[in-house]
């Protein structure tokens, strides 16, 4: 069993900050990428940003400039933090993860439970 565990989100005000992390934990082998994505109500789940191993980075155009995303190979950890933020960033943010497991050779994705972000006026 693999589980992400989310934290960091909350209230901020326009223009504020805030760092999402989610860590990675279970049975790992090894992790292929890592990456968030947001759901806004009555949407779609869309990708913000994703992380490979050597750190190639994918950022949705409404994001790039103010967020930025990073992991910590070592904890099996990936951070988001975001800058800048408006209105129109409200959502749950998921973190996802591709992970291959021992004694298997195929990846998985994992998602975790969300955390939600309200950026107010």
């Known amino acids: 069993q693999v589980q992400l565990v989310e934290s960091g989100g909350g209230l901020v005000q326009a223009g504020g900050s805030l760092r999402l992390s989610c860590a990675a934990s279970g049975s790992i082998k090894s992790i292929n990428a890592m990456g968030w994505y947001r759901q806004a109500p009555g949407k779609q789940r869309r990708l913000v940003a994703d992380i490979t191993n050597g750190d190639t980075t994918r950022y949705a155009e409404s994001v790039k400039g103010r967020f930025t995303i990073s992991r910590d190979y070592a904890k099996n950890t990936v951070y988001l933090q975001m800058n800048s933020l408006k209105p129109e960033d409200t959502a749950v943010y998921y973190c996802?993860?591709?992970?291959?497991?021992?004694?298997?050779?195929?990846?998985?994705?994992?998602w975790g439970q969300g955390t939600q972000v309200t950026v107010s006026t």
């Open positions: 996802q993860a591709t992970i291959l497991a021992p004694d298997v050779i195929y990846l998985s994705n994992y």
